[in-house]
């Protein structure tokens, strides 16, 4: 038995002749922190309404919860907590009311469900404002209130910070990592925001125009963004010359004229800068660099950058 | 089902128009109180009034636009804030979720009726046009319950269609259109639509004066014609309510 609490074989959706998501393997560990990442359309939010079992799936199958969800949905759906863009709820009604009808819906025994998840996500229980006057905030708020309150196993948040001014995106990423941190909870999460997912994912999951192009930790993509020393030096040839015959160095490239990286961090640069120099190279600069996820994002989507 | 049913009811708070709707059962009934003044009758026989207060144009025409409002009404928030994707992941059944809807249409219904009842025998009795009899009373509430009863069926493909749009412009039109023409079809033929069905049905046996059929009254076909009305609405929101996610 494996220990995914989501896993997705070969996924794929296809509207008409359009190919939302293409061959989509994902696997979302336990009580572990899940960020599925890419652009606007990509197809993140078709993967989670494909995973919730909400949309047909056109080939492929999802495990959730160790079940495929399909006519499984009255056991695996008590136990997932969603939010898939932005959450609606009656106008007519507070978020208190709101909430009392879904936890009536829901068969939530627990006393005091609603009044825990409002003071979770930071709204005010019993509160006489209507929905309707409720800002995109506070909306968005109430969609993770709805979805933690029956205290499920897996979460899955389909760009939850929508809509949040910067303290709220703070608040919400702090509670989410709360979430997973001291209770455990599996979450899945979406977003075409990257520095929010490097916050806050423990594994990632890229996807671009319905390819999943990576999968894996965070600490796996840390490695992978190579450390290097930039040079920028006057005469490039000459400079290579001296690396090559002096240093053995092969592993390097040249960035332009006066630009090289040294993947070779070890290296000693008061050696390097000193033959460089004696050898009538002027050294303009030379530092460490790291590729940031941003530049590693660009890489594999084939340039385009995101948020 | 029970808890979607309470739920439902939670959902009418502050919908003041679900409740401004009700006072059109007093519609008739005031109508009627008028006519009679204006005449001077005193004496009338009760069928009489209750003819214009409850048999005519409130179950023909009033009641069914009220119904087919509050179904509008009903399945108005979810389809437009997009609600229904929450609340299948509860998860709740769709079919559930429907006649849940339904039985709000049916309760809705007969206190409808039951208002327009009351009111009947007050504007009646009360300025002295009729004079009260127990018999004329239990005929009233009996015909005005089983009206309720059949009109909700008859309104079911409202409902249906109400379910499969996001807008709340063409449930509305629909039925304007559904109302008027199953008033209009009694004349052509009444096997053909619920409404003008249930009019046979409410007048099978030739009770209430006023009502004149022109086809012989056959209360099975007009059963018929609502059974097959309602399970072509029924499947029709299975399918629609499906794709709504």
Known sequence: MNDFVIETKQLTKIYGEQTAVSSVNLHVKKGRIYGLLGRNGAGKTTIMKMILGLIPITSGEVDVLGRNIKGQEKRVYPRIGAIIETPGFYPNLTGTENLEIFAKLRGTAAPHAVENALKVVGLPYKDKKLFSKYSLGMKQRLGIANAILHDPELLILDEPTNGLDPIGIAEVRDFIKNLSVERGKTILISSHILSEISLLADDIGIIDHGVLLEESSMGELEKKNRKYILLQVSDIPKASLILERQFSLKDYSVQDDHTLRLYDTALDMGEINKALVTQNVTVISSQLCNDTLEDYFKKITGGEGIA | ?245
């Open chain 2, 1 to 245: 089902m029970l808890k979607l049913i309470q739920t439902e009811f939670l959902k009418l708070r502050r919908r003041k128009l679900v409740w401004i709707m009700m006072l059109a059962a007093l519609i008739m009934p005031f109508f009627a109180l008028l006519y009679f003044k204006y005449f001077g009758n005193v004496g009338v026989e009760p069928i009489q009034f209750y003819k214009w207060s409850a048999f005519g144009y409130t179950f023909l025409i009033i009641l069914p636009f009220v119904l087919g409002m509050l179904c509008t009404i009903l399945m108005h928030d979810e389809n437009q804030h997009d609600m229904l994707k929450q609340l299948w992941i509860v998860p709740i059944s769709k079919m559930g979720y429907f006649f849940s809807k339904f039985f709000i249409v049916l309760i809705y219904s007969i206190c409808f009726m039951l208002i327009t009842a009351v009111a009947s025998v007050m504007f009646s009795v009360l300025p002295g046009y009729v004079a009260f009899e127990w018999g004329s009373v239990i005929f009233l509430l009996k015909k005005c319950l089983e009206i309720g009863f059949i009109a909700a069926f008859a309104m079911l493909p409202i409902l249906a269609i109400a379910a499969s749009q996001k807008g709340y412009i063409l449930p509305v039109c629909i039925t304007l259109i559904y109302s008027f023409l199953g008033f209009f079809i009694m004349t052509v033929n009444m096997y053909l639509h619920p409404l003008s069905s249930m009019a046979v049905i409410i007048a099978r046996n030739g009770d209430i004066p006023g009502i004149v059929f022109t086809q012989a009254v056959n209360v099975p076909l007009a059963f018929l014609c609502i059974c097959v009305w309602n399970i072509a609405a029924v499947v029709l929101a299975n399918i629609t309510l499906g794709r709504r996610k």
